[in-house]
């Protein structure tokens, strides 16, 4: 199986929300994120956990955006727009790295190294690349698997957290 057909046998499973609560509750109590200044998190597609809940904790929030083919992260501060992908992003100052910032990371699925399925663009890992930023990934249980087939760009999370 390669990662064409693993992304298709996931295309239309939905994420349910006792998946997103449960996840969002657990990331709630997680020490990383109480102890982080900012947070990088996303806006999520109906297949990935709905961390919406954690755009009102009292951090210093970022969302993901798309510009010339590259990602970037801009504040949010209660106002999205529809982006290129018709993915909502938000419209505030741009993200620089700071000491203590932590990243909320999305997948379609991940193995049990950390190893993320995304939607084939690499956007994830090229933003990672060159920075030490601490990350989480968050997906349902159904979404772990033993294999994304990674490649050598491919980077890992420190930790997942599912349901």
Known sequence: MDKMI?????????????????VVRKLKRCKELIAADTLLLYYPLKDEIDIKPLYSLDKRIFLPVI??????????????????????????????????????????????????????????????????????????????VSDVFREPNDIKVDFIITD
């Open 6 to 22: 693993l992304r298709r046998s996931f295309r239309g499973l939905e994420t349910n929300e006792d998946s997103s609560i449960a």
């Open 67 to 144: 510009e010339n083919n590259e990602m970037l992260f801009r504040r949010y501060d209660g106002d999205l727009k529809k982006g290129k992908f018709g993915i909502m992003e938000p419209t505030g100052e741009y993200y620089t790295i700071g000491s203590n910032d932590l990243m909320i990371v999305p997948a379609v699925a991940y193995d049990r190294d950390g190893y993320r399925l995304g939607r084939g663009k690499g956007f994830y890992d090229r933003f990672l690349a060159d920075k030490k930023i601490k990350t989480i990934g968050v997906v349902s249980k159904l979404r772990i």
